[in-house]
């Protein structure tokens, strides 16, 4: 195996190891999804996954497309119904770290998944709130992976979608929110974190190759950088190896024609 | 408990201006019944859904939506659903009012119409854009014995709610295993409910906390074999995650996206006719 690697797979290894064994973690899907089953599949085998579909605790072969894939729900400790995974598990209290992406953050952490343009007349109508406004607001903490570029990483959210540390400063600690708010965001750049007292976003830690300039050119804000950068170490080739791993198994998977033999012809 | 057609079921019990929930969480989505709307040519209804999947593309395209009340929009881990956002950018073929939650808050709402209550209740922090931008449909409301900060969210109780199960048995009781989502309390919010099945048994095999609706509820049940397809059954069938991204080109134009239902789903008789079309059984 080539230990040649592109800035997805050291985005996914180095979000993976920001997920410590035996956390409970609601998983968005995509990014978040992959880097959390690299992570169960490494490091933390005893991570529990909660994806919103209501499955709790599973641990799927392969990725899922959707947050409901069969997958999820057959390597699953329980299957709960929606109300209750929001309810009794999330707005309870019980999740450790909720994993989420979106469309734009700014420098505070707040995040914009619904509309780019006016809510009204958007120019591009985006999925929406979902689950993350309450895995936001409810999780111990919030990890967020996102690619970061001008269009995605802004000054002005064109909509706040959820909460990330709202003005900074402690607004988000007075409004009375029970987790913490976005620990760390995990870019194809580095690593950003919020600073201890105005809670804006720097970046405190560099991929090896990538330089703070380009970091700053793919902002939309004035980036500001942590005393002391750290510079990443390259993705472990044993990481990389199951990460690739579980992205052919996925595409093998989702690529694989269906067939549905009906046990009977249709009754009326 | 009538056991009917599909085509009976949606005849008798949908109207054109009604509220109808299709529920399932990706798991369990009643495709063949919102295909049956489609043919039937049901117009201005008013969708409710959590999650508004191909089947909601594919009707609000065909110009059977006036209004959406939904908390999230896409193609799961696909992208766009592209008829969709036509009607909220556009207004292609009409015009769309949407009336947009979290998921947290759906399903707090489904769960108050099951329950009969006015509305239910939810935690609440600091205001988002969305609680801005419907200004005033949600209320914020301090808890009567602790003074806590509470998001009230109305009922939801839709005029007809439409499931797709695994099983029914002699009696008309039926039987849901999966993913659930809000399924159970979308049937049970409903004024009336209609559900497709896979297949009729004489006794469910269901364990005692199982989900089961009653026959009682059910207004109509027809069976529908591969009726959740492209979504799936668990343990009948699983999801066609191939088709999920193949829609993503299909219904990206709007020529393309009528062709595609014309030569499809119009062009067929019914679903089991629609399932062979598409190669998916024999």
């Given at each position: 195996m080539t230990t040649a690697y592109n800035a997805d797979e050291m985005m996914t290894v180095t979000a993976a190891r920001q997920l410590r064994n035996g956390a409970v973690c609601f998983v968005g899907i995509g990014l978040p999804s992959a880097a959390c089953n690299l992570a169960r599949r490494t490091h933390a085998p005893d991570l529990v996954l909660i994806y919103?579909?209501?499955?709790?605790g599973t641990r799927p072969q392969v990725l899922p497309l959707?947050?409901?894939?069969?997958e999820l729900a057959a390597t699953a400790t329980c299957v709960v119904s929606l109300p209750e995974v929001f309810a009794h598990y999330l707005q309870r209290g019980r999740v450790d770290v909720g994993f989420l992406s979106a469309a734009q953050i700014d420098g505070y952490g707040n995040l914009n998944s619904t509309v780019i343009?006016?809510?009204?007349?958007?120019t591009v109508r985006l999925p929406g709130s979902g689950g993350a406004p309450d895995i936001a607001a409810c999780a111990r903490e919030v990890l967020i992976i996102m690619k970061q570029s001008p269009r995605s990483f802004?000054?002005?959210?064109?909509?706040?979608t959820s909460c990330g540390y709202?003005?900074?400063?402690?607004e988000r600690r007075r409004a009375g929110f029970p987790g913490a708010g976005p620990r760390a965001v995990i870019t194809d750049f580095g690593i950003l974190r919020p600073d201890a007292v105005t809670e804006e976003l720097q970046l405190v830690a560099i991929y090896p190759g990538a330089t703070v300039d380009a970091a700053r050119a793919a902002t939309g804000w004035p980036l500001r950088v942590a005393p002391t950068l750290e510079t990443l170490p390259a993705p472990d080739p044993a990481d990389l190896a199951v990460l690739r791993e579980l992205q052919a198994a996925t595409q093998a998977a989702h690529a694989r024609a269906l067939r549905i033999d009906l046990p009977r012809p249709a009754q009326t | 408990m009538p056991l009917l057609s599909l085509r009976e079921a949606i005849a008798g019990h949908v109207r054109d201006g009604q509220s109808i929930a299709l529920e399932g969480?990706?798991?369990?989505?009643?495709f063949a019944a919102g295909h049956e709307i489609i043919r039937q040519g049901r117009r201005a209804l008013h969708l409710i859904r959590m999650t508004p999947d191909l089947i909601h593309d594919q009707m609000i395209g065909m110009g059977c939506a006036t209004q959406l009340t939904f908390s999230w929009g896409g193609n799961?881990?696909?992208?766009?659903?592209y008829r969709l956002r036509d009607a909220i950018?556009?207004?292609?073929p009409q015009p769309l009012a949407i009336a947009e939650h979290t998921h947290a808050e759906m399903a707090v709402a489904y769960q108050a119409g099951a329950s009969g209550l006015p509305c239910g209740l939810m935690r609440c922090y600091a205001d988002t854009d969305l609680d801005r931008a419907r200004g005033g449909r949600l209320a914020r409301i301090a808890c009567?014995?602790?003074?806590a900060a509470l998001r009230a969210v109305p009922a939801i109780t839709p005029d007809v709610t439409i499931l797709h199960a695994q099983q029914v048995d002699r009696e008309g009781n039926v039987l849901l295993r999966g993913i659930i989502g809000a399924a159970r309390e979308a049937a049970l919010a409903a004024r009336c409910l209609l559900v497709t099945v896979e297949e009729r048994v004489d006794?469910?095999?269901?364990?005692?906390?199982?989900?089961v609706l009653p026959?009682?509820?059910?207004s109509a049940v027809s069976v529908v074999?591969?009726?959740?397809?492209p979504s799936y059954a668990a343990g009948c069938y699983e999801r066609d995650n191939r088709f999920y991204v193949e829609w993503d080109d299909i219904a990206r134009q709007r020529e393309r996206f009528q062709l595609w239902m014309q030569e499809h789903v119009l062009a067929s008789a019914d679903h089991a006719e629609l399932l062979r079309r598409l190669r998916i059984t024999a």
């Open positions: 919103e579909s209501g499955t709790v959707s947050i409901g894939d069969g343009g006016d809510y009204a007349r958007p802004v000054a002005r959210l064109d909509f706040m709202l003005g900074g400063t402690g | 969480f990706t798991h369990l989505i009643p799961p881990g696909v992208g766009s659903l950018e556009r207004g292609w009567p014995f602790t003074g006794r469910l095999a269901a364990p005692a906390n199982a989900v026959h009682w509820l059910i074999p591969g009726g959740a397809h």
